[in-house]
């Protein structure tokens, strides 16, 4: 099983944000959070983790938006970037894929199904 590994979290909802501490740190997994634009980058800056998750609706822009943002960094991640909503539909997975993400979950999300599916994504 891979452990010691870093996620980077962007989501404003505080029960997400806690559900992805308590499973991830069962296993030894860093979690770093952030909830918009600048505190993503404050976060980027810090260092690069090795998954970058993003909630699809943010309080300052969208999952999308800061896809690119982050894809146009100078120095940009070299990591998955995967997206987590609750808000889709048949075409939202496929959405997903056109904008450049490198996976999804879609909420609810269950804790061991977050481990395993960011495990997998850093083997």
């Given at each position: 099983?891979?452990?010691n590994?870093?996620?980077l ?7 997400t ?15 770093d ?14 260092g ?12 300052d822009?969208?999952?999308?938006r ?28 496929g959405?997903l ?24 994504l850093?083997?």
């Open positions: 099983m891979t452990d590994f870093r996620v979290l962007v989501d404003d909802d505080i029960d944000q806690e559900l992805f501490q308590d499973a991830l740190a069962h296993y030894g997994i860093t979690l959070t952030a909830i918009d634009i600048p505190s993503t980058l404050a976060a980027l800056k810090q690069v983790p090795d998954v970058i998750v993003l909630d699809i609706f943010l309080p822009t969208d999952g999308y800061l896809l690119q943002l982050i894809r146009a960094l100078p120095d940009r991640p070299a990591c998955p970037i995967i997206a987590i909503t609750g808000y889709y539909t048949t075409d939202t997975m959405d894929k056109k904008h450049g993400f490198d996976g999804y979950m879609l909420k609810p999300l269950d804790p061991v199904e977050i481990v395993d599916y960011l495990q997998k850093v083997a």
